[in-house]
């Protein structure tokens, strides 16, 4: 099922030579020259224009504008190239395409937002780009991609074969197979690394789930990575707990240290900034660990259940919210919604939103009873009508995916467990259809398992 072409980005962190990597630093710097050149003709003309209207010169008989279509851009540069820039020879001429291509972007948008063919926010006109401003470089002729039979390392027009930090084989497998048609390369410096990152033609093949009937709910949790209907409890990735420990040593570390000061204008020491970017690093790593779980996560949920349960969380409201756990809990539940939502498509798999305002983490998964309150601190469900006991976050798992099989089952029904929390006893739609009590058996031993794992 499924199936398709889909554009998909695989990024690689690289391990450059030195050589390699002033290489890098060449190119992007040969897009931000190139850039920066066209910006300046284009702002000359520009102004050029704007003057010789305010003389009353008329229309027709002004200096001609400067078109910036990325293709004239191009054809200008090579023009002025020898003059204005004569060591361009020194890096791929892909350098320079990417600045003016951008650059053509960046004043189209502008155009198109002035003349309100652009919604959103408004596009101010583009600036110069300053030494600071981020390195990148996107190739998009030459050659570039995977090596043959080399998982680590990628080739790049010009600077040649990098080799990478991980394996290539996420990508690899595709390109093996004769379904992966790389489009361009980028590179880009942050937070102390070279990246690479291909946008891939991919085309899907893949497998239907192996349980289509089941429905699993999705509770993303704070301590693990999330709890399943299923009992089962995905533990956080390994290398996150590690990671979030140094992080909070060297946010101590950086505290002792001489910041920076607004108001004194007081520049920060040199240990401050080493610190900040192992900071930086740091925070690059807790993220990457913790998509990665998700990643491994959704897919085996769609490739396993034919209907995926998620809550439709307030995700802005929530990663506002001051306390961290819940703004990391929000942040992984957008996550884990957008692979899921795309995953599901390649196979096949219905995902299902609970509705905001469904009280999953309130509700009894025994006897359908809501709660009036519940506090976040409260690790453990207790209903104080059946007298279920059960971890909180497997409660609303099992309710997420109850909430499945109900609306499957009886369409008719799904109205009423839509309503807002605050139902002190929302029993009617649980007890209508009882569903809630569809899977008897495991309270006792899920009461016990859980138990275990949140002691731990
Ligand atoms: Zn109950």
Redesign the pocket.
Same mark, same amino acid.
């Given at each position: 099922m499924g199936g398709g072409v889909v554009i998909h980005a695989y990024r690689f962190v690289l391990d450059p030579s030195p050589g390699q990597d002033d290489a890098l630093r060449s190119h992007c710097g040969g897009r931000r020259y190139a850039f920066n050149w066209g910006l300046a003709r284009v702002k000359a003309n520009l102004g050029q224009r704007e003057a010789e209207k305010s003389y009353g010169i008329p229309a027709d008989r002004l200096t001609p504008s400067v078109s910036w279509s990325a293709y004239s851009l191009r054809k200008d540069w090579n023009r002025a190239k020898d003059a204005v820039a004569p060591w361009w020879a020194e890096n791929s001429k892909e350098a320079y395409s990417s600045g003016l291509a951008n650059l053509a972007t960046a004043l189209g948008d502008w155009a198109d937002s002035r003349s309100g063919k652009r919604r959103g926010p408004r596009v101010g006109f583009p600036g110069f780009k300053g030494k600071r401003s981020g390195l990148s470089c996107r190739f998009t002729t030459g050659a570039f991609g995977l090596i043959d039979g080399d998982r680590r390392h990628v080739k790049l027009p010009r600077i040649g074969a990098v080799r990478t930090h991980e394996s290539t084989r996420k990508l690899a497998r595709h390109v093996e197979r004769g379904a992966a048609r790389i489009r361009s390369a980028t590179v880009s410096h942050r937070a102390g690394r070279w990246f690479v990152s291909f946008s891939v033609e991919i085309a899907r093949d893949d497998p239907a789930p192996t349980r289509p009937d089941s429905a699993v709910g999705v509770d993303l949790g704070v301590k693990s990575l999330a709890v399943l209907s299923t009992g089962e409890t995905v533990p956080n990735p390994r290398h996150l707990e590690t990671a979030r420990r140094d992080l909070r040593r060297l946010q101590r570390q950086a505290a002792r240290r001489v910041g920076p000061d607004k108001r004194t204008r007081r520049q920060p020491s040199q240990r401050w900034r080493t610190t900040q970017a192992r900071i930086a690093r740091l925070h690059t790593a807790v993220a990457n660990a913790r998509r990665d779980g998700l990643h491994k996560l959704s897919t085996r949920l769609v490739r396993t259940h034919g209907t995926v349960v998620l809550e439709d969380l307030n995700v802005s409201g929530m990663t506002k919210n001051r306390r961290l756990a819940r703004h990391v809990a929000g942040v992984g539940m957008a996550e884990l919604r957008r692979q899921i939502e795309y995953k599901a498509a390649w196979s096949g798999v219905r995902v299902h939103l609970a509705d905001r305002w469904y009280p999953s983490s309130k509700t +009894?998964s $025994? +006897?359908? !009873?809501v709660k009036a309150k519940l506090r976040l601190s409260e690790r453990t469900f207790r +209903?104080d !009508? +059946? $007298?279920?006991v059960l971890d909180r976050d497997l409660n609303a798992a099992r309710n997420l995916a109850a909430l499945a099989r109900r609306e499957t089952s009886s369409p008719s029904c799904g109205a009423t467990i839509n309503e807002p929390a605050g139902n002190p006893r929302q029993t009617r739609a649980t007890r209508a259809t009882g569903t809630a009590t569809g899977r008897p058996a495991p309270t006792g031993a899920g009461q016990r398992r859980h138990g275990n794992v949140s002691t731990a």
């Amino acid at each position: 099922m499924g199936g398709g072409v889909v554009i998909h980005a695989y990024r690689f962190v690289l391990d450059p030579s030195p050589g390699q990597d002033d290489a890098l630093r060449s190119h992007c710097g040969g897009r931000r020259y190139a850039f920066n050149w066209g910006l300046a003709r284009v702002k000359a003309n520009l102004g050029q224009r704007e003057a010789e209207k305010s003389y009353g010169i008329p229309a027709d008989r002004l200096t001609p504008s400067v078109s910036w279509s990325a293709y004239s851009l191009r054809k200008d540069w090579n023009r002025a190239k020898d003059a204005v820039a004569p060591w361009w020879a020194e890096n791929s001429k892909e350098a320079y395409s990417s600045g003016l291509a951008n650059l053509a972007t960046a004043l189209g948008d502008w155009a198109d937002s002035r003349s309100g063919k652009r919604r959103g926010p408004r596009v101010g006109f583009p600036g110069f780009k300053g030494k600071r401003s981020g390195l990148s470089c996107r190739f998009t002729t030459g050659a570039f991609g995977l090596i043959d039979g080399d998982r680590r390392h990628v080739k790049l027009p010009r600077i040649g074969a990098v080799r990478t930090h991980e394996s290539t084989r996420k990508l690899a497998r595709h390109v093996e197979r004769g379904a992966a048609r790389i489009r361009s390369a980028t590179v880009s410096h942050r937070a102390g690394r070279w990246f690479v990152s291909f946008s891939v033609e991919i085309a899907r093949d893949d497998p239907a789930p192996t349980r289509p009937d089941s429905a699993v709910g999705v509770d993303l949790g704070v301590k693990s990575l999330a709890v399943l209907s299923t009992g089962e409890t995905v533990p956080n990735p390994r290398h996150l707990e590690t990671a979030r420990r140094d992080l909070r040593r060297l946010q101590r570390q950086a505290a002792r240290r001489v910041g920076p000061d607004k108001r004194t204008r007081r520049q920060p020491s040199q240990r401050w900034r080493t610190t900040q970017a192992r900071i930086a690093r740091l925070h690059t790593a807790v993220a990457n660990a913790r998509r990665d779980g998700l990643h491994k996560l959704s897919t085996r949920l769609v490739r396993t259940h034919g209907t995926v349960v998620l809550e439709d969380l307030n995700v802005s409201g929530m990663t506002k919210n001051r306390r961290l756990a819940r703004h990391v809990a929000g942040v992984g539940m957008a996550e884990l919604r957008r692979q899921i939502e795309y995953k599901a498509a390649w196979s096949g798999v219905r995902v299902h939103l609970a509705d905001r305002w469904y009280p999953s983490s309130k509700t +009894c998964s $025994g +006897c359908g !009873a809501v709660k009036a309150k519940l506090r976040l601190s409260e690790r453990t469900f207790r +209903c104080d !009508a +059946c $007298g279920l006991v059960l971890d909180r976050d497997l409660n609303a798992a099992r309710n997420l995916a109850a909430l499945a099989r109900r609306e499957t089952s009886s369409p008719s029904c799904g109205a009423t467990i839509n309503e807002p929390a605050g139902n002190p006893r929302q029993t009617r739609a649980t007890r209508a259809t009882g569903t809630a009590t569809g899977r008897p058996a495991p309270t006792g031993a899920g009461q016990r398992r859980h138990g275990n794992v949140s002691t731990a």
